[in-house]
């Protein structure tokens, strides 16, 4: 069965730089969310997309932005790049109306 | 607001051991509960779910009941083995307007040894 693509899934960034996160969801999937989970931490909820519109947003930086596009992908922007942003981010997928979210195998930010 | 409250970790179990990991959580209204299990390195992977009180969810030898009386849902099993050595989270979310974003508990690390 067709899972979440995440990528890359691994990307090692300087201080101040950008980084752009890309999601695949699971085809038919109309829900897509991003979360964050720094080193031995529970995810966190960043922010989320229902049918292209942003349905919910969490704890996401204002350096951070998010779109999701007329083919259901997602992007993760992320600007003015912080060590505290070292982290895993992951994306999840959900076809409503089902309860259930899909995880990605994240993406591992490295900020240096 | 909204949170869940796991037990500390690492558990560390002999294999054939019987499992019990407790969570509890504090919500208005009716959340749906789910335990997530994250294997080293990789994603999380959705275990069992339970949407109304006194739901049981089960999978691959796992159980957890929705307990809305003691606001909790714990997971168990009856005999572990090495393959489930990973990170369990339990987790809560409304299936609302606001769109069912998830709610982790802190994570709790599992360790079975042979």
């Known amino acids: 069965a067709a899972g979440v693509i995440q990528s890359p899934r691994h990307l090692i960034k300087e201080k101040r730089e950008t980084a752009t996160l890309k999601c695949y969801p699971i085809?038919?999937?109309?829900?897509v969310y991003w979360y964050q989970q720094g080193p031995g931490q529970d995810p966190q909820f960043l922010i989320s997309?229902?049918?292209?519109?942003?349905?919910d947003k969490g704890s996401i930086p204002d350096r951070f932005s998010a779109q999701q596009f007329s083919d259901y992908h997602s992007e993760l922007n992320m600007s003015s790049l912080e060590l505290g942003d070292s982290a895993l981010y992951f994306c999840?997928?959900?076809?409503?109306?089902?309860?259930?979210?899909?995880f990605g195998p994240g993406t591992r930010l490295t900020v240096t | 607001g909204n949170s869940v409250t796991q037990m500390e970790g690492p558990v560390t179990l002999s294999e054939e051991a019987f499992l019990t990991i407790n969570c509890t959580y504090t919500?208005?209204?009716?959340?749906?509960l789910f335990w997530y299990v994250q294997y080293p390195g990789e994603g999380l992977q959705l275990l069992l779910k339970a949407t109304k009180a006194d739901d049981k969810g089960s999978n691959k030898g796992f159980e957890a009941t929705y307990r809305k009386e003691t606001t909790s849902f714990h997971l168990e099993k009856g005999s572990v083995q090495v393959s489930d050595s990973a990170v369990y989270f339990c987790a809560l979310s409304y299936l609302t307007g606001g769109g069912n974003k998830l709610t982790f508990g802190t994570g709790t690390q599992l360790k079975v040894e042979l």
């Open positions: 919500a208005t209204g009716y959340p749906s």
């Open positions: 999840a997928s959900r076809a409503s109306p089902a309860y259930e979210q899909y």
């Open positions: 997309f229902y049918e292209k519109m942003q349905s």
């Open positions: 085809p038919r999937h109309d829900t």
